[in-house]
């Protein structure tokens, strides 16, 4: 969030929010890949985009999870043991030891994505609705221009004596 912004709190939109620097996961891209892609740039999830940068899902910390812990996306494969990865009750995933196949197959579908001026109440009822920590900030054409996340939120709250008029 902009620090010199001067609009009263519920004023905000997701234009404001927004971190513009998105790190993009290509849908072929391998769990695994992609699994260092998020830790290397330090961010738990990131929009997962098609070939002509479309965005069709998000990957996070959730994906991982449910892959580690229920085996749900990779049950029925005799090749996919998900409690070999599984190392402690705080369910830390094994990287290498996480499926070649593209992210596609493990992503969640059909994220929530807003465009530039939805109101920082709207976004807060949706993350809460939904029970998510990010929204994809996209373009008429689904490109992702970027991310307000949970974290993006509780910084306007803690601005917000700063910032109302």
């Not at 997701?14 to 260092?36: G, Y």
């Not at 998900?82 to 596609?104: E, I, N, R």
């Not at 197959?105 to 929530?112: E, F, H, I, L």
């Not at 996340?149 to 910084?155: G, I, K, N, P, Q």
């Amino acid at each position: 969030m902009n620090a010199t912004l001067k609009r009263p709190f519920l004023a905000l939109t997701a234009a404001d929010l927004m971190s513009a620097d998105v790190v993009m996961i290509p849908r072929e891209m391998s769990l695994q890949t992609a699994a260092h892609l998020l830790s290397e740039s330090h961010v738990s999830g990131a929009p997962v985009v098609n070939e002509t940068g479309q965005c069709v899902g998000v990957l996070s910390t959730t994906d991982f999870m449910h892959w580690v812990g229920y085996g749900e996306r990779c049950a029925a494969r005799p090749d996919c043991s998900p409690s070999q990865s599984f190392h402690s009750a705080w369910q830390v995933v094994d990287v290498d030891a996480l499926p070649k196949d593209a992210v596609g197959s493990y992503m969640t579908a059909n994220p929530v994505m807003v465009p530039l001026n939805t109101p920082i109440a709207e976004l807060t009822r949706m993350m809460t609705d939904a029970h998510i920590h990010r929204i994809i900030v996209v373009d008429a054409t689904s490109r992702p221009l970027g991310i307000v996340s949970s974290t993006d939120l509780v910084a306007a709250v803690a601005n917000a004596d700063r910032h109302d008029l």
